[in-house]
């Protein structure tokens, strides 16, 4: 069989559990108008993996959700780091957010590590995200504990840098060690910002459904400018996933 590594769309059929699901929630009498934020039993179920159900925001797909966190936190001349490679979807994102992209270039002969004093001398003072994918697009590395502990080490000197982890892939891993979480960090200064999704890992492609977590006001935030600019992800789509 071929296998395309073009994208990050597998060939597996939508889970059974999920369709009967929607299916289920189609079949009601009258679909609920669910809040801007999303089905507070879903940001709940969510939330129980690290934070509270007032710090998860449902949206429709990962990129809403990494578009709504950079339209939040960014201010007119604020730069986002993110090392390189990394997914394309990114620099077009930060642009029509209003921020300006600078990459950190990270060497394959050193399997894309990023140490601690590498990224301390990269920040700079118009630095206002440090934005990666873990495991990383298109690289697979997987960084480690160990590894985003030291990075935290660093972002924790700047209270002011939003530190934007992608983890659309997590549970795509082949190694005995589950992916880290930045959700799995003390956050004292508040700057955690978490983007997943379900089109990978649950193989729910098409149907449109992600979520961010976020501090409470950043959280917030984005949920009053999905309600300005759009609406609640539809009711059975999120029901596919918490009925």
């Known amino acids: 069989m071929d296998i395309s590594l ?24 009258t679909l609920e108008v669910l809040p801007a934020a999303g089905s507070e039993a879903l940001r709940t179920a969510l939330a129980g993996l690290a934070r509270g159900a007032e710090n998860v925001v449902i949206t429709p797909g990962a990129k809403a959700a990494l578009f709504a966190l950079l339209q939040t936190v960014l201010r007119p001349g604020d730069e986002v780091l993110m090392p390189t490679p990394n997914w394309f979807g990114f620099a077009e994102l930060v ?71 992608d983890e659309i892939y997590n549970l795509i891993n082949f190694t005995p060690e589950p992916t880290p979480s930045l959700l799995d960090f003390p956050d004292p200064h508040n700057q955690h910002l978490v983007v997943n999704g379900f089109s990978k890992s649950l193989a729910l492609i098409g149907w449109g459904i992600g979520y961010l977590v976020a501090p409470t006001a950043v959280a917030r935030a984005c949920a009053n400018w999905q309600h300005a600019t759009g609406c609640a992800v539809p009711t059975p789509t999120q029901a596919r996933l918490w009925p």
């Not at 630095?127 to 030291?150: K, M, Q």
């Open 95 to 165: 642009e029509r957010a209003g921020g300006i992209l600078r990459a950190l270039p990270l060497d394959p002969a050193d399997d894309y590590t990023l140490n601690p004093a590498q990224l301390r001398a990269a920040v700079g003072p118009r630095t206002r995200v440090l934005l990666f994918s873990n495991p990383g697009n298109p690289t697979g590395r997987l960084y480690g504990r160990a590894e985003l502990a030291g990075w935290l080490t660093v972002t924790h000197d700047f209270p002011d840098l939003f530190v934007l982890s």
């Open 6 to 29: 073009a994208s990050g769309y597998g060939n597996f059929a939508v889970p059974a559990v999920a369709a009967e699901a929607a299916a289920r929630s189609l079949r009601t009498p």
